[in-house]
């Protein structure tokens, strides 16, 4: 588990609907049962809270603690510093009993000359995962007096030993760290207490995925992500348009390439068109779309492309020269079909349908959606790449980790949403996220914007109006 992933699950837990209080709560809770567990009852216990979310669970492990034992709680740092709703709570909550004695330690002398002889164990709950940089007085004063008594009494880390990583950081006996040990950890002891996290967040896309997937990085124009769409037949222009449009909203520039004649109906002024010659694409027009693709993050290939036979082998040409990271979608997976050795080396997201899974795999996906995503994860693996199965959930997996997203509605099985779906993933590829996120995120804020139009329309609205809710999806993700 990764620092990264505990950021994108605390969000998804949210949307789930577990509050802070809960984790808060629960935390503490753990700490204190551990202590007990390993310590035993009827100590003298000093637990040294921040004004942070540490100290906050140090606030409700001071108050489990508080049943049995004979708790103080040192406050560092002022009171009006704490800010978060669930740690005020258990503040106040702590601030009305009798029996937990509370002392708030603001000057850095004082600290220095506090007598803790006599307490069986520490608690420290200063600082935990919102540490920034070395730790500042009064926290970096309590620090150094907990560490006078390392050896003499016993002391317990909230989350992880205060001022970690810097040189001035608690000397605990043992950290209690909370539902997951993190890959990032390291030079401590560390014991793992669950805090209610259920075992959808190993595979369920949320707001946090798509939020991650979002951030912007740069401020000047191209930075932001640079996308090539490849699609459009004979007077076939729906698709491509579809998948551009809702791109447009979350990159600096769209390319749209398509034939000449299908090509003339656009007047999208968002869009960058590169109409090719002739009716469909073919072998010939390869060199000229790479060379497109050069200047773009990532390329989409497939919306309304057609089926004839020069294209799949134009679609087949190109995939297998190109360098970018691609998604294909639509006709374009049936031209692969063929020849999936094309994908070999290369980056992509395969967008699918149940249908489109079956010709390109030879099996259609079917029963629960954990027995698809067993699936998916096969067929990813085998062609070491990304699958996005369409479906009421769609599943996702690059070979190795399995994902599932349940935002979308009946109203989405309208023609051009899969199209919407696939210039989304474009453009979190372009973004320079990792096939897996673009494919998950590109899915959740797809069904998003879904669900969206359906609070004002109900089920009987058009793609359009799907790619049109993509700035909306967008705010509504950020400000989660
Ligand atoms: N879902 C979650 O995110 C959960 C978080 N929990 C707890 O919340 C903690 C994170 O809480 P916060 O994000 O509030 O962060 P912290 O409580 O770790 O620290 C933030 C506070 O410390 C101050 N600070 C930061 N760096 C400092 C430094 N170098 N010197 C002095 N002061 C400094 C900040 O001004 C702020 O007041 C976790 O470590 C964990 O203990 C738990 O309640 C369980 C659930
Ligand atoms: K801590």
Redesign the pocket.
């Known amino acids: 588990m990764r620092i990264e992933d505990?950021y994108i699950w605390?969000i998804n837990?949210k949307w789930l609907g577990i509050t802070?209080y809960q984790?808060?709560e629960?935390?503490?809770a753990g700490v204190a049962r551990t202590i007990e567990e390993r310590f035993g009852k009827g100590l003298k216990i000093a637990v040294f809270s921040?004004?942070?979310?540490?100290?906050?669970?140090g606030f409700v492990t001071a108050r489990h603690l508080s049943f049995e034992n004979d708790v103080t709680l040192f406050l560092v740092?002022d009171e009006a510093?704490i800010?978060?709703e669930?740690?005020r709570h258990n503040w106040e909550i702590l601030k009305g009993l009798d029996f937990v004695k509370i002392r708030v330690l603001k000057d850095s002398t004082y600290i220095r000359s506090l007598d803790l002889s006599g307490f069986d164990v520490i608690v420290d709950?200063?600082?935990?995962?919102?540490?920034?940089?070395?730790?500042?007085e009064p926290?970096?004063s309590a620090i150094e007096k907990m560490n006078e008594y390392a050896g003499k009494a016993k002391i317990v880390s909230?989350?992880?030993p205060s001022?970690y990583p810097?040189q001035v950081q608690v000397k605990a006996d043992f950290t209690v760290t909370?539902q997951w040990d993190k890959e990032e950890y390291e030079g401590f002891e560390r014991v793992v207490v669950k805090?209610g996290y259920p075992k959808e967040l190993y595979h369920i896309v949320g707001p946090g995925d798509a939020k991650f997937a979002l951030r912007k990085k740069g401020e000047h124009k191209g930075q932001n992500g640079k996308l090539l769409i490849i699609g459009g037949s004979g007077d076939y222009y729906g698709a491509p348009y579809l998948a551009a449009r809702a791109a447009s909203y979350l990159v600096d520039l769209v390319y749209l390439a398509m034939p000449g004649y299908p090509a003339r109906r656009v007047t999208d002024p968002d869009l960058i068109l590169r109409p090719v010659e002739g009716k469909n694409f073919s072998p010939g027009h390869v060199e000229e779309l790479l060379s497109i693709a050069e200047k773009a993050d990532a390329v989409v290939i497939g919306p309304g492309i057609g089926l004839s036979e020069e294209t799949k082998e134009f679609v087949r040409r190109f995939v297998r020269r190109c360098e970018k990271p691609m998604v294909i979608d639509a006709d374009g997976l049936k031209a692969i079909a063929g020849d999936l050795s094309v994908l070999r080396g290369k980056t992509f997201v395969l967008t699918p349908h149940a249908g489109e899974f079956k010709v390109l795999f030879g099996v259609k996906p079917e029963g629960s959606f954990q027995e698809k995503a067993e699936l998916v994860r096969a067929k990813a693996r085998e062609i070491g790449g990304v699958i996005l199965l369409k479906g009421a959930y769609d599943v996702i997996s690059d070979g190795e980790a399995w994902k599932y997203n349940r935002t979308g509605n009946r109203g989405m099985t309208t023609g051009g949403t899969g199209d919407v779906l696939a210039g989304l993933v474009g453009a979190l590829l372009a973004l320079g996220n990792a096939p897996l996120r673009a494919a998950s995120a590109g899915a959740f804020i797809n069904g998003l914007a879904g669900d969206m139009v359906k609070e004002g329309l109900g089920e009987n609205f058009t793609a359009l109006e799907v790619a049109k809710k993509v700035p909306h999806t967008v705010r509504w993700v950020v400000e989660f």
């Open positions: 505990v605390d837990a802070p984790l808060m629960n935390a503490g921040g004004t942070g979310n540490n100290g906050g669970d740092g510093k800010r978060s669930e740690a709950a200063l600082l935990g995962a919102g540490t920034k940089g070395e730790p500042r926290i970096r909230v989350d992880l001022g810097s909370f805090i």
